[in-house]
């Protein structure tokens, strides 16, 4: 009996002594792993937000870009993290609603992840370089189509990324054909873009706007449901026959599974009242982002009814679910 009372005593000291921790937390650097490039939006926002949890908290938060298999390395290097809330991910919207369901050897799982919340969304600007013959997409449609199937290409983040979706989907309905050239970030894919070897790219404005307004790119249209302030002169897809085109891109925040529930709870709170401080919103919409902040319960939510929206559309490319 003694040795059971010493045995409880001791899981007892274990157990307040991982609550202290936890009750603690932070009292080091926190790492949020990002999958991309330095340069897009994911990063714009992902260094945003650290910078203003570093002032909540106390602590240093940085980024880590740790890019490559679609985005996938970086959320296997997350989900094999220790569940201690010192690093966290940044994932962009189709790493957890559409690489679960088409990617055959995806690394991880979703249940490897507790879902903190939605940081932030945006819409997306077709660019092109000046010198393509095309200043819109019913003129793109058609030089493509004279020039001859995949004699015109396009930069994009990788496989299965809303980008890349979202640029196939125009082929589909346009019918016509691009030639994709992928890369692990807007931020790599830009000096080919710059130096005319790529002709095209949606992406996001964090990124474009200083190339915009400098003429080094030229815009074609935006996929949000209305003009954007940053681009007001800058038609929708909708304004030019693409309605089915209005495609936002966001990034959540997550944590390993098994991170301590004051942990989480923390984050959520903390990570709620930075996306509603005002300096951080302005500081996003001054880039044509806009800042979101959620419950967990939305974001799952919101990947699952994307995994649906893009899942019919992916079945309808022929793509093959691995479910």
Same mark, same amino acid.
């Given at each position: 009996?003694?040795?059971?009372?010493?045995?409880?005593?001791?899981?007892?000291?274990?157990?307040?002594?991982?609550?202290?921790?936890?009750?603690?937390?932070?009292?080091?650097?926190?790492?949020?792993?990002?999958?991309?490039?330095?340069?897009?939006?994911?990063?714009?926002?992902?260094?945003?937000?650290?910078?203003?949890?570093?002032?909540?908290?106390?602590?240093?938060?940085?980024?880590?870009?740790?890019?490559?298999?679609?985005?996938?390395?970086?959320?296997?290097?997350?989900?094999?993290?220790?569940?201690?809330?010192?690093?966290?991910?940044?994932?962009?919207?189709?790493?957890?609603?559409?690489?679960?369901?088409?990617?055959?050897?995806?690394?991880?799982?979703?249940?490897?992840?507790?879902?903190?919340?939605?940081?932030?969304?945006?819409?997306?600007?077709?660019?092109?370089?000046?010198?393509?013959?095309?200043?819109?997409?019913?003129?793109?449609?058609?030089?493509?189509?004279?020039?001859?199937?995949?004699?015109?290409?396009?930069?994009?983040?990788?496989?299965?990324?809303?980008?890349?979706?979202?640029?196939?989907?125009?082929?589909?309905?346009?019918?016509?054909?691009?030639?994709?050239?992928?890369?692990?970030? !807007?931020?790599?894919?830009? $000096?080919?873009? =710059? *130096?005319? &070897? #790529?002709?095209?790219?949606?992406?996001?404005?964090?990124?474009? @706007?200083?190339?915009?307004?400098?003429?080094?790119?030229?815009?074609?249209?935006?996929?949000?449901?209305?003009?954007?302030?940053?681009?007001?002169?800058?038609?929708?897809?909708?304004?030019?026959?693409?309605?089915?085109?209005?495609?936002?891109?966001?990034?959540?925040?997550?944590?390993?599974?098994?991170?301590?529930?004051?942990?989480?709870?923390?984050?959520?709170?903390?990570?709620?009242?930075?996306?509603?401080?005002?300096?951080?919103?302005?500081?996003?919409?001054?880039?044509?982002?806009? !800042?979101?902040?959620?419950? $967990?319960?939305? =974001? *799952?939510? &919101? #990947?699952?009814?994307?995994?649906?929206?893009?899942?019919?559309? @992916?079945?309808?490319?022929?793509?093959?679910?691995?479910?």
């Amino acid at each position: 009996m003694r040795w059971i009372w010493v045995s409880l005593l001791v899981l007892g000291l274990v157990a307040s002594g991982k609550t202290a921790v936890a009750d603690a937390w932070p009292t080091r650097p926190v790492r949020i792993v990002l999958t991309f490039a330095a340069g897009g939006s994911p990063d714009f926002v992902g260094r945003a937000l650290a910078q203003k949890l570093s002032e909540m908290f106390g602590e240093s938060v940085y980024v880590e870009n740790r890019t490559g298999g679609n985005g996938n390395i970086g959320v296997d290097y997350v989900a094999k993290s220790e569940p201690d809330g010192y690093t966290l991910l940044l994932a962009a919207d189709n790493q957890f609603s559409v690489n679960p369901k088409f990617d055959a050897d995806l690394p991880y799982q979703v249940t490897d992840f507790t879902p903190i919340s939605l940081i932030a969304e945006w819409y997306f600007v077709l660019v092109a370089t000046p010198s393509l013959e095309a200043d819109n997409i019913g003129e793109l449609i058609a030089l493509a189509k004279h020039r001859g199937a995949g004699k015109i290409n396009f930069a994009s983040t990788g496989t299965f990324g809303t980008q890349q979706l979202a640029m196939e989907l125009l082929q589909q309905l346009g019918d016509f054909k691009l030639t994709d050239v992928p890369y692990r970030g !807007a931020g790599q894919a830009y $000096p080919d873009l =710059l *130096a005319g &070897r #790529t002709q095209l790219m949606l992406t996001g404005t964090a990124g474009s @706007l200083p190339h915009l307004r400098s003429g080094q790119l030229k815009p074609l249209a935006v996929t949000s449901p209305s003009r954007i302030d940053c681009l007001p002169d800058v038609p929708t897809v909708g304004e030019q026959g693409f309605a089915d085109l209005e495609t936002p891109a966001y990034v959540g925040l997550y944590a390993p599974a098994g991170t301590p529930k004051t942990v989480v709870a923390k984050l959520v709170e903390q990570v709620t009242q930075a996306t509603a401080s005002p300096d951080f919103r302005e500081r996003l919409a001054a880039a044509g982002l806009t !800042a979101v902040g959620s419950t $967990p319960e939305e =974001l *799952a939510e &919101r #990947t699952d009814r994307d995994s649906v929206k893009w899942t019919k559309i @992916l079945r309808a490319m022929g793509a093959r679910d691995n479910q």
